[in-house]
């Protein structure tokens, strides 16, 4: 990778669990735990069962809340409150990590399968509040979640991006697919690569990243 590769972007995305954060947070965890319970209460199924339902609702709809949404009819709003209620306590402020995002031409934003008001207190806690032009969540795709094509159409559409000019952060590999066909520089942001076509570089250090392509 070269700052070259990079000197076109003027509209940077980021994703925010294990993206913005290292995954020794182990927000998801907390995550997961909150979710099975929700899932467990909300269809009355044991503890395995709803496991198997995450998973599975994960696999074919993209998130767990797609699938309870689409087979359960699910009302998305208290479920998201629900499991995204956790402790931020093991988030350190990164002041490099945000040097270099406040150093970034153009527009900066966040896109979650998560919630909104999620996103913004893990940012609060990560130190990176007020550097983001916007943050969106789940929301405010209409529900439908990263890696369906309709996702990044609501959300790109709403903030007016020029994919031509943007590049995609994320840890989810699948979520990259639809970033790389619509132009954008895709980055997979994890601890061991994941080859595949759309994604075309890999960091587990995206401070460094950064650092190398604002050159």
Known sequence: ????DFSHVRAWVFDLDNTLYPPSARLF?????????????????????ADQLRTQYWHDHGTTLAGLMREHDLDPLPYLEDVHDISMDHLEPDSALA????????????????????????????????????????????????????????????????????????????????????????????????????IQYHTDDLTGFLTRLQG
């Open 1 to 4: 990778m070269s700052a070259s």
């Open 29 to 49: 965890d907390q995550i997961e735990v909150r979710m099975t319970a929700y899932v467990m209460d909300a269809l009355g199924v044991s503890r395995a069962r």
């Open 99 to 198: 040097d270099r995002i406040g150093d970034l031409p153009g527009r900066r934003i966040v896109y979650t399968n998560g919630c909104a008001p999620y996103a913004e207190r893990v940012l609060a806690a990560r130190g990176l509040s007020g550097l983001f032009d916007a943050v969106y969540g789940v929301e405010h795709a209409d529900f439908h979640p990263k890696p369906d094509r309709a996702a990044f159409d609501r959300v790109f559409g709403r903030d007016g991006i020029d994919t031509r000019v943007g590049a995609m952060f994320e840890d989810e590999p699948r979520n990259l697919a639809v970033p790389h066909a619509l132009g954008m520089r895709t980055v997979h942001v994890a601890s061991a690569a994941a080859p595949a076509p759309h």
